[in-house]
Antibody, heavy 120, light 110 residues
Framework: VQLVESGGRVVQAGGSLILTCSAS????????MHWVRQLPGKGLEWLTI????????HYADSMKGRVTISRDNQKNILYLYMKTLREEDTALYYC??????????????WGQGTPVTVSS | QSALTQPASVSGSPGQSITISCTGT?????????VSWYQKYPDKAPTLLIYEVRYRPSGVSDRFSGSKSGNTASLTILGLRPEDEAVYYC??????????FGTGTEVTVL
């Protein structure tokens, strides 16, 4: 299993960003997927989930209205679109595979993360 | 959704056993079997240690075990080793169909 995130960069506050995660080594279309982040010097924060077929998404309250998760099961790619970015969104963003077909919030494989820095 | 509560740090000598608690509510840890634990080294991605309260993925040492009572889950590490020094996070499914992590516990091997 390999999850490779990309798209992280320095962006100005108020700006937007799209993160991508290229998945390989498993049947991508058969697993729920997540984005999780770690703020500098802080703990892990769950952000969002998308079901195996993209039919259902859920978001952390802190991100609702500012992020959208989506997926392309033909290309084995997971996306995270973020807008109205704030300095407090500066973090390492992980693409994470759910252990199960249906959402279980059990994360069995993680990418290495892509860093996002929001400057004022 | 508030983070699950873990002690900030736990320490022990090599060979000792330690237990890390993870306290949630009746809307997460207390309600669901989908409680899991993760080990995280600095500058590395987390790895799954325990899932569904007590099950270990293939390759995880049987020195790690999990349990749950009410709204509190626990991770026990038997026979502490230097390589167990890491930050440990619990996680749970929630009633809002979201995920929530614990605050993280730094384990120090004295």
């Amino acid at each position: 299993v390999q999850l490779v995130e990309s798209g992280g960069r320095v962006v100005q506050a108020g700006g937007s960003l799209i993160l991508t995660c290229s998945a390989s080594g498993f049947d991508f279309g058969n697993n729920a997927m997540h984005w999780v982040r770690q703020l500098p010097g802080k703990g892990l924060e769950w952000l969002t989930i998308i079901t195996y077929d993209g039919g259902e998404t859920h978001y952390a309250d802190s991100m609702k209205g500012r992020v959208t998760i989506s997926r392309d099961n033909q290309k084995n790619i997971l996306y995270l679109y973020m807008k109205t970015l704030r300095e407090e969104d500066t973090a390492l963003y992980y693409c994470v595979k759910d252990l199960k077909f249906d959402p279980s919030m059990i994360y069995d494989f993680w990418g290495q993360g892509t860093p996002v820095t929001v400057s004022s | 959704q508030s983070a699950l509560t873990q002690p900030a740090s736990v320490s022990g000598s090599p060979g000792q056993s330690i237990t890390i608690s993870c306290t949630g509510t009746t809307n997460d840890v207390g309600k669901f079997k989908f409680v899991s634990w993760y080990q995280k080294y600095p500058d590395k991605a987390p790895t799954l240690l325990i899932y569904e309260v007590r099950y270990r993925p293939s390759g995880v040492s049987d020195r790690f075990s999990g349990s749950k009572s009410g709204n509190t889950a626990s991770l026990t590490i038997l026979g502490l080793r230097p390589e167990d020094e890491a930050v440990y996070y619990c996680s749970s499914f929630t009633s809002a169909n979201t995920g929530v992590f614990g605050t993280g516990t730094e384990v120090t091997v004295l």
